[in-house]
């Protein structure tokens, strides 16, 4: 069987990794295009046509989607600490914390410096290593084998992903007795190539003379949560003083070209889990739109979350952790538009292969002064003289003064 015939196309295949661990033969492996994106590719040497991968492939053969009977739920954990290491309200520790009460694991995106790698915890005290958003796709490895080892010992497990890698793991597990799988996806808008943060780093390097050793992209600084600030640290044993610094998303030229999509890998622009059809059992999200639909939940600023439940197990895991948040039951369709993802794909910029050659070509400097598009006059008023505490200010007043 040919390579064609096993694996979708790049415009298709999403790099779940599905197909790589159900291989009986590890005939398949991940391997890195010129993009920086991976891809199953096969050892025809070892392949023995079973078509198992095929089989496998979420996107060949969808799983189970969840689409009636959501609970929408908006709020923020009550542990300050927690919130504020959290990039939004904290929920994913609060719905993993009740749910996990003995002989548990948890999977989910861990930063291994400037890669993303899929591991797992036993204790819950290191809740810690998996939350912050991660922007870039996570290394699957072999965490959904160690998913179906640990589910057929009995064990409690929780899996988090993307909506693609929860999809992936539900083909790979199959007829697999899941009674005790909670799986938790994040709201997410496509990722990046990981070449324009190797470009940065090579760029720190010869400037700073240390490597990048970690990004927190969105940094709360002073507790600013919808300030968006991505704070990079760089240090080395040649140069063990760590600096940092820190950007302003709309100054950033990182938000700037992801958000005009001119770096996502090509399954984004087709996303087959941008609609309200669910594989999880709970999507997690920023509580985007919240100053103007539930401004109590604003909570001076430090992060809210969208909690949808997709199923009853769901709704369980939510109900369990509800001592642990501050919030309240909200209108699907009111929490649906302030989120893109869950709507529709990213658009494609038809000006994305001219990008994707210049990442490749040109040095970071010169790359981000042709791409990056600096903020209007108009946006820095909105976000920093009239910004959402401002509005809620003045929306508080008035429903104050003027109430019928």
Not at 151 to 163: A, C, D, N
Not at 221 to 243: A, E
Not at 260 to 278: D, K, V
Not at 365 to 382: E, G, H, M, V, Y
Request: proline fraction near 3%.
């Amino acid at each position: 069987m040919t390579t064609e015939e096993l694996i979708v196309t790049k415009s298709k295949c999403t790099g779940c990794e599905a197909c790589s661990q159900i291989c009986p033969k590890s005939a398949i492996v991940m391997k890195e295009d010129k993009e920086g994106f991976r891809y199953p590719t096969i050892n025809e040497k070892l392949c023995i046509n079973c078509g198992l991968c095929k089989r496998t492939c979420p996107i060949e053969n969808m799983p189970l989607r969840y689409t009636e009977g959501k609970y929408v739920f908006g709020g923020y954990v009550k542990d300050k600490r927690i919130r504020e290491e959290s990039t939004s309200g904290g929920a994913f520790s609060a719905v993993v914390d009740s749910w996990c009460d003995n002989n548990y694991v948890i999977f989910g995106a861990i930063s291994r410096g400037l890669s993303v790698e899929h591991g797992y915890i036993t204790d819950k005290n290191e809740l810690h290593v998996f939350r912050k958003s991660k922007y870039s796709q996570s290394s699957i490895g072999s965490a959904y084998k160690d998913a179906k080892s640990f589910l057929k010992q009995g064990r409690k497990v929780v899996f988090s992903g993307t909506p693609c890698q929860i999809a992936g793991l539900r083909s790979f597990l199959k007829k697999e007795d899941t009674n005790n799988l909670l799986t938790i996806e994040v709201i997410c808008e496509g990722v990046p190539t990981p070449l324009y943060i190797r470009s940065m780093n090579k760029y720190f390097k010869k400037k700073y003379g240390s490597p990048i050793s970690d990004i927190d992209y969105r940094y709360k600084d002073s507790n600013r949560w919808d300030y968006q600030v991505m704070n990079i640290t760089y240090s080395s044993l040649h140069n063990p003083t760590c600096g940092t610094i820190k950007c302003d998303r709309w100054f950033n030229p990182f938000w700037s070209i992801w958000l005009q999509h001119l770096m996502s890998r090509p399954s984004c622009y087709e996303c087959r889990f941008t609609n309200i059809s669910r594989c999880a059992d709970i999507t997690l999200g920023d509580l985007w739109g919240v100053h103007i639909y539930c401004p109590e939940l604003y909570g001076k600023n430090r992060g809210a979350s969208l909690i949808v439940c997709n199923t009853d197990k769901g709704k369980q895991a939510l109900d369990n952790a509800r001592q642990l948040m501050f919030g309240h039951e909200l209108a699907f369709s009111e929490a649906l538009k302030y989120q893109g993802p869950m709507r529709k794909s990213i658009a494609y910029n038809d000006k994305r292969t001219e990008f994707m050659s210049d990442v490749i070509a040109m040095d970071f400097k010169s790359l981000n002064k042709k791409w990056a598009i600096r903020p209007t006059f108009k946006l820095l008023f909105q976000k920093y003289i009239w910004g959402n505490h401002h509005k809620m200010f003045v929306w508080n007043l008035k429903n104050k003064l003027f109430k019928w």
